[in-house]
């Protein structure tokens, strides 16, 4: 505390010029004091204009004061010199290259602690003093240190700029405003200044609670996405539970089958056997008879032939064996068949199950997503009328209805050689890419037809195979005939359950990477959904795959 008084004294008897303690102190009349050199030399430098003022209050002299050494005042700094606190003012007080320094101060500058915007200069702490004290200064208007207190002057007329040009979003000086910006719409920059603050504050406010808001839905998002991953982990391990228990329900179903085809095996293999053994004994017995009635039969003594053959015991009757017939063999195939179709049952109700498995999979809903819609009226605002595309028709189709039907014919068609022609397969694809949300539907008749949506970039000359929609891994398809739907891409062939209607619906969502087939007539049934990334923009396709010509495939109007 005592150091910190005497850092108190020290800035007390300090020459605001130069701003060491002073030497040969002098004091103007003003009550201000110096050390005698420094005043001398900044007086010397207003000699020319015969006024001499102060530097902290800028009270003027006329003549130039005579000053005298103040000896009270060189007795306090003396006392302070034998202190041992020598040193200039705490370093920090100076200003560095980043600092806006007092216009003031001669020699090492302090920091400034204010700009005025009426004098132009910067000023600090001491040199600020007067701006506080004298009424003259009352209406200067004072803010933070500022280095570019020259951009507030006129570079033309060098006045200071006051006025506010709303015309052309500028500030400018009162001449500006009787020359280039006449007629303009101007206001006082301190009114404008003000209007922009208040401006500034609800922008601040409305920032501030946009802030908040998005604050709190980031949170949000992150509960959800929490909860959707523990649900999701809580499925996968349900999930796996369940598949795992019906594996080993298969697995025991499977030994069940191998338990009873063994225990079967061994009873009816133990069963021919004993019957086996029993044959073979009497074969053993019927030989041994044999050879003693071969011997008797070579006998030619009466007598003797008639005491042997008496003596020869009785034949034992034959083992009943009914079950040994000659048959078609039938073991354990029945089994094999029994298996077989339980199999296949199996796999239909997987299959027909698994729509709904996906179903609600992707019906997972999120804050922000968009749900699929429900109702065809829903489905309709995203309708799209499609056309097809004669350059990738094949020669056999014949395009009409505005490009909206393709009819296979049975002799080509007059088309100009294309690259994009499909010459493998009766397929054509739309002239319009879909991406977004998009809805269409496909009116058909006829054996055979492929619904589809493909890239661009799909294969038109190679073999039918891979040309074909579903056939490879840049098409979608669902293959429509008179009693059943299949889904196919990439080589696989889903069986897909569901009214078969002549008309069918595809909703393509393609930044959610969702596409699905619905079987339209007074309901709209889902068919088959596909959950999946699509990397490019998709076009719609129809193939038709059929023997007989005439069938027809017609992108409907939607009203």
């Known amino acids: 505390m005592a150091q910190q008084g005497v850092q108190l004294d020290r800035e007390t008897f300090s020459c605001s010029i130069c701003l060491d303690l002073l030497k040969d102190p002098v004091t103007t009349s003003c009550g201000h004091s110096y050390c005698m050199d420094c005043i001398k030399a900044h007086w010397d430098g207003e000699d020319e204009k015969k006024i001499h003022s102060c530097p902290q209050c800028r009270e003027t002299f006329t003549p130039r004061p005579v000053l005298l050494k103040n000896t009270m005042l060189s007795d306090l700094v003396e006392q302070l010199k034998k202190t041992g606190l020598q040193a200039s003012p705490a370093d920090h007080c100076y200003a560095g290259p980043e600092d806006v320094a007092c216009d003031v101060c001669t020699g090492r500058k302090l920091k400034a602690l204010k700009s005025c915007l009426v004098c132009l200069v910067s000023y600090c702490k001491k040199h600020l003093q007067p701006h506080y004290e004298l009424p003259i200064f009352e209406k200067h208007k004072l803010v933070e240190p500022s280095k570019n207190l020259q951009e507030n002057i006129c570079s033309h007329h060098d006045e200071v700029m006051k006025i506010f040009c709303r015309t052309d979003q500028q500030c400018i000086c009162s001449l500006c405003l009787m020359d280039e910006h006449k007629g303009h719409d101007t206001v ?12 500034l504050e609800g922008n601040q406010q409305n920032i501030q609670q946009r802030i908040q808001d998005r604050e709190k839905d980031v949170k949000l998002l992150k509960q959800e996405v929490e909860a959707i991953n523990r649900s999701a982990d809580k499925v996968v391990e349900d999930s796996e539970k369940i598949f795992t228990e019906l594996i080993r329900l298969m697995e025991k179903r499977r030994s069940d089958v191998e338990q009873k085809v063994r225990f079967q095996q061994k009873t009816e293999v133990r069963r021919a056997k004993e019957l086996q053994e029993k044959l073979e004994q009497e074969i053993t017995e019927l030989k041994r008879k044999d050879a003693e009635l071969k011997k008797i039969s070579v006998t030619e003594d009466h007598k003797q032939f008639l005491h042997n053959y008496s003596s020869l015991s009785l034949l034992s009757e034959s083992t009943d064996s009914p079950s040994i017939n000659i048959r078609p063999l039938s073991y354990f195939e029945d089994v094999t068949a029994a298996v077989s179709e339980a199999r296949d049952k199996l796999q239909e109700l997987l299959s027909e199950k698994w729509t709904n498995i996906s179903l609600a999979v992707t019906e997972v809903d999120v804050l922000l997503s968009q749900r699929e819609p429900k109702t065809r009226a829903d489905f309709l605002k995203y309708s799209r009328e499609i056309t097809l595309d004669p350059n990738t028709a094949h020669t056999q189709l014949l395009l009409s209805e505005g490009n909206r039907k393709g009819t296979l014919m049975s002799h080509p068609q007059s088309y100009s050689s294309h690259p994009d022609r499909f010459t493998n397969e009766f397929q054509v694809l739309s002239r319009e890419s879909l991406t977004g949300r998009c809805y269409w539907e496909v009116e058909w008749r006829g054996e055979v037809i492929y619904v589809a949506v493909s890239y661009k ?69 889902l068919l088959h959904r596909v959950q999946t990334t699509f990397t490019q923009p998709l076009y719609a396709g129809l193939l038709l795959y059929s023997s007989s010509f005439g069938d027809t495939a017609e992108f409907c109007k939607l009203k």
């Open 188 to 199: 006082l920059a301190a009114a404008e200044f003000t209007k922009r603050q208040k401006e």
């Open 457 to 525: 970039n799909i294969s038109r000359v190679r073999s039918p195979i891979i040309c074909r929609f579903g056939w490879n891994d840049k098409s979608w398809a669902l293959r429509c005939d008179k009693n059943s739907y299949k889904f196919l891409y990439n080589h696989i062939q889903t069986l897909v359950p569901g009214p078969v209607s002549s008309r069918v619906g595809v909703y393509l969502d393609h930044s959610a990477g969702t596409l699905s087939f619905y079987s339209v007539s007074d309901t709209m049934t």
